[in-house]
Nanobody
Framework: QAPVVESGGGLVQEGESLRLSCATSGDIPSNGAMAWYRQAPGKQREFVARLGVGDSVHAPSVRGRVAIYKETLKNTFTLFLQLDSVKPEDAGVYYC?????????????WGQGIQVSVSS
């Protein structure tokens, strides 16, 4: 079983909401930092949101319309990204990432990437 499995992408209407999820196996520590990144065609991968020490951190481009949170079930957990009022510039491939400690910015585990397209 892959350590991380992403789901929830697809075509979203502009102005609507999307929710992405990353289901993890027991190999990934639940007490490390975790984040979402995205990559638009022809652009570099960019930071979207992070759960680490203290509260969550969000990129300016999504601030006010994004939530990152996790749900724990027994010895596994799922990381979610909720994005509201979706814009065309939100389109791209989204990746979840996991570090092994709460203070770390070195993400050892990555999801396979999931495509999000936005129609206007």
């Amino acid at each position: 079983q892959a350590p991380v499995v992403e789901s929830g992408g697809g075509l979203v209407q502009e102005g609507e909401s999307l929710r992405l999820s990353c289901a993890t196996s027991g190999d990934i520590p639940s007490n490390g930092a975790m984040a979402w990144y995205r990559q638009a065609p022809g652009k570099q991968r960019e930071f979207v949101a992070r759960l680490g020490v203290g509260d969550s951190v969000h990129a300016p481009s999504v601030r006010g319309r994004v939530a990152i949170y996790k749900e724990t079930l027994k010895n596994t957990f799922t990381l979610f990204l909720q994005l509201d009022s979706v814009k065309p510039e939100d389109a791209g491939v989204y990746y979840c990432a996991f570090a092994t400690s709460l203070n770390s910015y070195e993400y050892r585990y990555w999801g396979q990437g999931i495509q999000v397209s936005v129609s206007s």
